[in-house]
């Protein structure tokens, strides 16, 4: 029985995502994965189907989807392939606030060719030093005249690295306060920049998530909203997207796998009786476990994508509450699912270890699911979150 019935349009989004993520990613992931290679074409083929611009509205050329939309088409996208679902997933938060926040002058910059398939963009918070505590940046920037002087700023992980063309980064003005970052459109042709070192990662290995240092001037006209306007202009319409995207991107993850497991277990056959794994009491129970605990963990997440259409933002427990769940149902579903193909899984008879690395992931990208159960323990015992 589906537990939810999409609109016409909804039906729309999906299908454009499962037509890319068969005919697209699928056919390269286990390549891009072996290789640690940017996935260079997939992106070609979502510029060309017009998905750069997925949130961006009709009237600048994008194509207006509704958050749910854009949460089914990120999970597609991952269930075929985590690091092109994750990258996307980079593309599209740090374009959200670029759309949101743009002035008349950034709309034509920014927004527009992003929509025209032109610019791939990402997100570049987390510092090497402060990690996952990505309320503390130290990054700073310093105020000119009529522009800002970045110097050195270095962030640890920049997914897309060196494949993006805009870096939507938040940095602290010399003369801010704590947790008072400023938010700055870096053009990757007009600033200084390096990648530190290489990607190695256990999982999203074509995710190029590599270490950057940016510095160069920029114009008043790539801050993003007012100075030092992180919390009150920035946060309230970046954190609620970023959370609920990440949440697609790992029910995505266990989605596939949990697909790669089904086909496995109805076609392997023992050769002495000739019966399915399938057939088997222990195995349809793992399966319908699996089952479960993707069910329960979509209903959350759908829920929460609502609230954001919805624009009930102020609790924000559900937003960071969706993305632990998400993360464990992928690392409990991509365990799981190594534990019912067995050997032939583990030596990569099929796509499970795939999965089941990048699934990794999800527990140590900020916010980490440590850092959401202290901070949803202390909202609900009324201590102060950070
Ligand atoms: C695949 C991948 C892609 C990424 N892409 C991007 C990107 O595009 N842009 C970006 O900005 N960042 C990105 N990141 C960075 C990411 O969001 C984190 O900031 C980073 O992984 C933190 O790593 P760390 O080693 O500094 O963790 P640390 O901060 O050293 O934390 C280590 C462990 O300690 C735990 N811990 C820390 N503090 C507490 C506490 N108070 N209580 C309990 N446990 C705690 C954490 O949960 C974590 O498990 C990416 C990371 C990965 C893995």
Redesign the pocket.
């Known amino acids: 029985m589906p537990l939810f019935d999409p609109t016409l349009e909804q039906r729309r989004f999906v299908a454009i995502a499962e037509d890319l993520a068969e005919n697209q990613l699928r056919p390269r992931a286990d390549e891009v994965d072996a290789t640690a290679v940017f996935p260079k074409e997939n992106f070609d083929a979502f510029a060309k189907a017009g998905l750069l611009g997925l949130r961006i509205p009709e009237n600048l050329g994008g194509m207006g989807a509704d958050v749910l939309s854009a949460v089914m088409v990120i999970e597609r996208l991952a269930r075929a392939c985590g690091s092109t679902g ?1 990258c996307f997933k ?1 593309h599209c938060e ?1 374009t959200e606030p670029m759309w949101r926040l743009a002035t008349a002058e950034q709309n034509e910059r920014f927004v527009k060719p992003i929509a025209a398939g032109e610019r791939i963009t ?13 309320w503390s940046l130290q990054s700073s920037v310093t105020r000119n005249e009529e522009s800002y002087e970045l110097s050195n700023v270095r ?7 060196e494949h993006a063309d805009l870096y939507f980064t938040p940095a602290m003005l010399d003369d801010a306060g704590p947790g008072q970052f400023t938010s700055f459109v870096l053009e990757k042709n007009a600033v200084d920049w390096s990648i530190d070192g290489p ?1 190695n ?1 256990l ?2 290995r074509a ?1 190029a ?1 590599s270490p950057m240092t940016f510095s160069g001037t920029l114009p008043q006209g790539n801050r993003l909203g007012g100075e030092s306007a992180w919390q009150t202009e920035v946060l309230p319409v970046f954190m609620p997207f970023s959370m609920i995207t990440f949440a697609a991107v790992y029910l995505g993850i266990a989605e596939g796998a949990y697909a790669t497991c089904v086909d496995h277990v109805t076609g392997r056959a023992y050769g002495d009786t000739g019966s399915k794994l399938a057939e088997i009491d222990g195995i349809q129970r793992y399966i319908g476990e699996m089952r479960i605990a993707l069910d329960r963990t979509r209903a959350l997440v759908y829920a929460v994508a609502d609230l954001i259409e919805r624009n009930d933002i102020a609790d924000p427990a559900p937003f960071i509450e969706s993305v632990c769940a998400a993360d464990e149902t992928a690392l409990f579903v991509t365990r799981t699912a190594m534990n019912v193909g067995g050997g032939r899984s583990y030596g990569g008879q099929n796509a499970l270890g795939r999965y089941l690395r990048d699934a990794q ?1 999800g ?9 959401i ?2 901070r949803v323990g202390r909202m609900q015992l009324g201590q102060p979150q950070f």
């Open positions: 994750m980079m740090s990402t997100t570049a918070i987390a510092e090497t030093g402060t990690g996952s505590h990505t962030k640890g992980w920049v997914t897309s690295s990607w990662g999982g999203m995710n998530s992931a527990s140590v990208m900020a916010p980490t699911d440590d850092i159960k202290l």
